[in-house]
């Protein structure tokens, strides 16, 4: 019986998942960070044998050797490090598995169009705008990391929301209840307390990209201020969308849009509010949210790499067992 095996890595963590030819996952692993931008060959290999070993521990019987590997991987955008990707991932699995490297956006955007053309849009503690069009030719919008650019992020949202909540405490008005949430989410009874947490912080990035919940909450519960920081985040995302959409897939093309990341676990706020501005400016775009993790996706793409389409037998197996 083959193998296939998908590899999601990031720059936080790796998330792999081993299945039959089937579809049916027989092991998961996660592991630390594998971001080929910033990972010494060094770690990138101890992480990998980590993963690798992990997987082992739980299917005995499986020869790695004959398994076709398709790895997601951040800043695998290049050749260069697609390439030292590779040369890892065989010295540790053999020569004889079969390995296919991608960016990890591809993971995303397969978990919800199970290998076909669309644009995903992912939005968790960064965010990018990432699609492949019928002719497999892959293009972006934004992603230029939280200094440059990670519109409609959890960093983003969050990081307008302390603002807004800061001006708030300095204007003495009482116009929105994330003031309070501030205080009640970092533990502060001050904002200079919150100056020391943050710049202190060994991870200042996920620590504001955490409010992001924050503000969602208090869209919810309508207040004024948290719902214009998530109208304007709606209508950025949706920009970036049509933009992508009209530079790199054919005019009247109906297209998916996968939403993928934390900020649309609430399915009635972002995802509702793209949906329906993309309705009114560009009716060729759906927006889908996946039912399979990313991970999921690229056991999509360990298929699609040997030249084979999946099944939606194949589909619900791995949504069923992810």
């Known amino acids: 019986m083959g193998y296939i095996l998908g590899i999601d ?26 971001n080929l931008n910033s990972i010494s060959n060094q770690l990138l290999i101890q992480t990998l044998e980590e993963l690798f070993l992990s997987l082992k521990n739980q299917t005995r019987n499986v020869e790695f050797k004959y398994i076709h590997i398709f790895a997601g991987i951040a800043g695998a955008g290049n050749k260069t490090n697609r390439c030292r990707f590779i040369d890892v991932m065989k010295r540790i699995v053999t020569n004889t598995s079969q390995v296919h490297v991608e960016t990890d956006p591809v993971n995303a955007l397969y978990s919800g169009t199970y290998g076909k053309p669309g644009i995903v849009q992912i939005s968790g503690t960064g965010s990018i705008t990432y699609g492949i069009n019928s002719k497999l030719q892959h293009d972006r919008v934004g992603g230029w990391g939280y200094f440059l650019g990670d519109e409609g992020s959890g960093y983003d949202i969050g990081r307008q929301g302390i603002m807004c909540a800061l001006k708030t405490y300095d204007s003495k008005e009482d ?33 504001i990209a955490a409010f992001a919940k924050i503000v969602l909450d208090a869209h919810k519960q309508k207040d004024s201020v948290a719902g214009e920081i998530i109208t304007n985040v709606a209508k950025e995302l949706a920009t970036n969308i049509i933009m ?17 990341g934390g900020v649309f676990s609430e399915e009635e706020i972002l995802p509702r509010l793209i949906a329906t501005r993309l309705q009114k400016l560009q009716k060729n775009l759906q927006v889908i949210l996946p039912k399979m993790p990313p991970v999921g996706g690229s056991l999509i793409g360990a298929y699609l790499s040997q030249g084979k389409e999946p099944s939606q037998s194949v589909i619900n197996n791995i949504i069923d067992t992810i």
């Open 175 to 207: 116009n929105t209840i994330l003031l309070p949430n501030l205080f009640s989410f970092f533990k502060i009874v001050h904002p200079q307390e919150l100056m020391k947490k943050i710049y202190s912080s060994p991870t200042p990035k996920n620590d």
């Open 244 to 260: 992508l959409y009209t530079k790199h897939f054919q005019k009247n093309e109906k297209t998916e849009v996968v939403l993928c």
């Open 9 to 34: 890595g990031g720059g936080t963590k790796t998330r792999a998942a081993l299945a039959n030819e089937n579809g049916k996952v027989i092991a998961q692993a996660t592991v630390g960070a594998t």
